[in-house]
């Protein structure tokens, strides 16, 4: 399987929620790479890199979140595969 690296948006209610950490050990159950952030504008943006069904399932999980979360939109971008991180993180920047 190859490996693939997507970057996603998600929007709808999304922060102060527990998506970022909820999305964290989601990310590495499933031994993806990357990292979640919130953005000033409200939503929260994910890049994930790992194997390319573990990366879709990430995404899928993205669509819906953690219980207390409504995503209303994910937008997703494939972007080149760089195998740049060794962990899934929360960021702040």
Known sequence: MDSIR???NIEGRVQGVWFRESTRK????LGVY?????KPDGTVEVVAEGPED?????????????PSARV????????VYQGEFADFD????
């Open 54 to 66: 573990r990366v879709k399932q990430l995404t899928a999980w993205c669509h819906e979140g953690p």
């Open 34 to 38: 990357g990292w979640v952030r919130n």
């Open 90 to 93: 929360v960021v702040y920047f």
């Open 26 to 29: 989601e990310a590495a159950r």
């Open 72 to 79: 209303t939109r994910v937008h997703e971008r494939p972007e």
């Open 6 to 8: 997507v970057r996603l």
